[in-house]
């Protein structure tokens, strides 16, 4: 029988019966793809195009779909369908906070430090991933990735050990900028992110630390950061990015060879590298690998911190007047010594354990510039059925085996949390009120300054708090006081710098921090002494705690 006859054969009930079996087939095929919804679960914003349509906004778009989603259904927390799965975003302060301050192990980075950090990023051996991939059964049995974790928190935490990290950050960028006696140009982007890495590194690493040894190594570092969407992806990074998975190779071959050497031992090494060193080693990783894990070290020490730094500098120095506020705040914390040092230059220490209490300014900028310009994406996989609430008591099912996405630019530039001038960069919005002040303001404001607390989390929250956050701090206000204090950093021509416009557009999935346009970031600044302050070296302090 012919085809044609066959379907000519075929009466119209016939046709009926075989429209509504491929309906039911193709919707048990999309269920299967698309998971209907608990009715606890956030609301669900269907893709234009089915199972992909998401993915292909997020590669289009990168962090700014967020933007476009939530200027679309100003929601407070949605549902977006990913091809067999499903990502949650939250938006609102207040499930923000609910949902980063989960206690349990339900919301969980380990399977986002396992598979994309140590697999990817790191490109660890096969033998190495085992040891990563291995998941204890129960309390007692050892885990690295929660040893090394615990190690980084120890180390990190406000003590001896992070004074000491931080001093050695300060006085290593000191060291930097002590060759400068006569003014010179520099791109400044360039020459900040330069000292930047190099001080946080060798303050990290101690005097071995490779990139010192070979600055090559900065802009090989850099050029696999500006690719690290793709290195963090693992998506065929040789041959998408291939200059990237060299860089990464370049810094893995040398920091594999510092850790062989035996320099990660070294007494001038921070107690954060040796534990991390000491604890793959005792889980049987080779000095390869050691190196090569590394990378996310170095991501997490530079990748946005000198960004943030970059952008702190550029704010002070583009505004004349903020720029001798907070000097005069700065004047107050440093002390010349008595006696000259043995080249008969004179000595300025300052106290950073007083900037605190005594540069509000200085402070207030510094919280201003991460809301305006470090928008770090937090990522959660949950691992165990999880409700979140808002303070109206309204509650969400967030579902095991599903990703929670917290876009930090929506809450940070929100004009219903920040006011109309949310977009705008202002000095003195972080500035605390003097208790007269506090005591004056209304109900509305009172409330208004609780969301803006919870709108405001440059270092997460809850349980997985950025554990260097005290580092990062240390360095940006300790580093900028030298440069405020010491130099000046104009045009060319001798006038306050501009401020690069519309950094938003430089931002990726895979870093916080917005970049300058490739045409600012090698726009060249006049770098010099400040009059009267030719002959200073720098040194620091901590007062002793009481």
């Known amino acids: 029988m012919k085809i044609s006859s066959f379907f000519e054969s075929l009466n119209g009930i016939s046709w009926f019966f075989i429209i509504v079996f491929a309906s039911a087939l193709l919707l048990i095929v999309l269920s299967a793809f698309f998971p209907p919804l608990d009715p606890r679960e956030p609301p669900s914003i269907r893709p234009r195009i089915p199972f992909i349509g998401h993915i292909v906004g997020l590669f289009r778009h990168q962090i700014h779909y967020f933007d476009m989603l939530n200027a679309k259904y100003a929601l407070p927390i949605y549902t977006l369908p990913m091809l067999a799965g ?36 790191n490109d660890q051996s096969p033998e190495a991933m085992k040891v990563w991939t291995h ?11 929660q040893d090394v974790t615990k190690a980084f928190i120890k180390a990190l935490n406000p003590g001896a050990e992070l004074h000491r990290l931080n001093l050695t950050a300060l006085t290593k960028f000191s060291n930097l900028l002590d060759p400068i006696h006569v003014p010179q140009e520099e791109a400044l982007y360039l020459w900040l992110r330069h000292t930047f890495t ?4 060798t303050a990290l690493f101690g005097p071995h630390n490779p990139m010192a040894l070979n600055p090559s190594l900065v802009e090989a570092q850099w050029t696999m950061e500006a690719s690290s969407l793709w290195i963090f992806l ?20 040398a920091y594999s060879a510092y850790h062989a050497a035996g320099h990660d ?12 060193s000491d604890i793959l080693r005792r889980y049987g990783l080779t000095d390869s690998d050691i190196g090569k894990a ?17 952008w702190l500098c550029v704010h002070i120095f583009a505004d004349v007047e903020l720029k001798g506020e907070i000097r005069g705040e700065l004047l107050a914390i440093a002390t010349e010594q008595t006696d000259k040092t043995a080249e008969g230059r004179r000595e300025m220490v300052i106290d950073i354990s007083r900037m605190a209490s005594t540069c509000p300014l200085l402070y207030a900028v510094h919280q201003e510039v991460f809301r305006t310009k470090m928008f770090s994406p937090v990522t959660r996989f949950i691992t165990a059925d999880t409700m979140v609430s808002d303070s109206q008591g309204t509650s969400y099912l967030l579902k095991a085996g599903s990703i929670v996405q917290i876009p930090t630019a ?25 208790v ?4 004056a303001l209304s109900e509305a404001k009172k409330e208004q300054e609780k969301l803006q607390k919870k709108a405001f989390f440059p270092f997460s929250n809850g349980v997985h708090k950025c554990p260097g956050r005290h580092f990062a701090t240390a360095e940006h206000l300790g580093m900028v006081a030298m440069l405020v204090l010491g130099f000046e950093i104009t045009t060319l021509d001798g006038k306050a710098i501009m401020i690069p416009p519309n950094p938003e557009a430089q931002r990726g999935m895979s870093s916080g921090a917005g970049k300058p346009s490739d045409e600012f970031a090698k726009l060249r600044v006049k770098v010099e002494r400040k009059k009267g302050w030719e002959d200073v070296v720098w040194k620091f302090k901590v007062a002793e705690e009481k």
């Open 294 to 310: 590394d990378v996310a070290i170095l991501h997490g020490a530079t990748g946005n911190a000198a960004l943030v730094f970059f």
């Open 265 to 276: 031992a070294l007494p001038d090494v921070s107690a954060a590298i040796k534990s991390h």
């Open 86 to 121: 499903k990502t949650y975003v939250v938006t609102s302060p207040d499930l923000v906070q609910s949902t980063l301050r989960v206690r349990d192990d339900s919301l969980s980075v380990e399977p986002f430090m396992i598979n994309v950090v140590a697999k990817n990023l």
């Open 410 to 434: 929506v809450p940070q530039t929100s004009a219903d949390v920040w006011g109309p001038d949310a977009h705008l960069f202002d000095a003195r919005r972080f500035l605390k009120p003097t």
């Open 436 to 439: 007269g002040d506090k005591e």
């Open 234 to 253: 693992g998506f065929f990074p040789l041959l998408i990015v291939p200059k990237a998975f060299f860089a990464r190779a370049a810094v893995q071959s």
């Open 135 to 145: 998941i204890p059964k129960g309390t007692n049995e050892p885990f690295m990735l």
């Open 198 to 201: 190099i001080a946080a590194t």
